[in-house]
């Protein structure tokens, strides 16, 4: 390889070949071992791999899995059903996953695999001030292994864009979960409409929002001086009464 063709290459995505490029050997080291060793974890392990492959497979365009097998002591799992054990982590990097065994699906074990991704993901193309309400042309692509990534980092532009900026981001650094919020679209002492609506009827009040909210945020609106309630934001200034 040209020395020019080195410097295009990604840092993140160099370390994902040669992890890629170690398992490979790994994996050839190990396999006459595996020829002779006992079968009876394989419908285990293939049934983690194919979850671990569903539940990442939208996340990028190439995806290597490296599942740790149980110990050969342990009784064969019957119909493996895994899941993951942190569902508000993507599957990436070091991941556990759980699986129910038996008919009851009472007894559980504990796999551990490493998830390697590639993807895209979102950077800041400039730098980004503090409010500012974010952009298409404020952020760019990189691609590399999703799993070096914060597991607060943000690959979709469409969770990106329109949201304001909680703090100033720097260039090139990966928007995460904390560094945006949703635009408020109510503020404290605002006056704002309140909808109710039933299958054949739509009434409203207008009152005073008493804590700000972004849309889908819950806000207490009062009515004159005693009467307050709690209403969902659906709109600038409009907000409904969910049953």
Not at 28 to 57: G, I, R, W
Not at 60 to 86: A, D, K, M, Q, Y
Request: charged share 20%; aromatic share 4%; glycine share 6%.
């Amino acid at each position: 390889m040209h020395q020019s063709s080195l410097n295009s290459v990604s840092v993140p995505l160099l370390r994902w070949i040669y992890r890629l490029l170690m398992l490979s050997v790994a994996t050839l080291v190990a396999l006459p071992f595996a020829n002779a060793s006992d079968t009876k974890h394989d419908a285990l392990m293939n049934s983690v791999h194919q979850f671990l492959y569903q539940e990442t497979q939208a996340l990028g365009s190439e995806v290597v899995i490296n599942l740790r097998p149980p110990s050969p002591h342990l009784s064969t799992c019957t119909n493996p059903e895994p899941f993951l054990t942190n569902q508000n982590k993507a599957p990436l990097g070091r991941v556990s996953v759980g699986v129910r065994c038996g008919t009851d699906s009472q007894q559980v074990r504990y796999l551990q695999a490493e998830v390697d991704v590639i993807g895209t993901y979102m950077v800041a193309a400039v730098d980004i001030d503090r409010g500012s309400q974010i952009t298409p042309d404020m952020l760019s692509e990189e691609a590399g292994n999703l799993g070096d990534l914060s597991s607060r980092a943000i690959t979709n532009p469409d969770d990106i864009v329109g949201k304001v900026a909680r703090q100033p981001i720097s260039s090139g650094a990966t928007i995460q979960t904390h560094f945006i919020q949703s635009p408020q679209l109510v503020e404290r002492g605002q006056r704002v409409e309140v909808v109710v609506e039933g299958s054949s009827f739509r009434v409203s009040r207008e009152g005073e929002a008493l804590n700000n909210g972004a849309l889908d945020e819950e806000v207490r609106v009062r009515f004159g001086s005693r009467e307050v309630l709690s209403a969902r934001v659906v709109e600038r200034g409009i907000l409904m009464v969910d049953f």
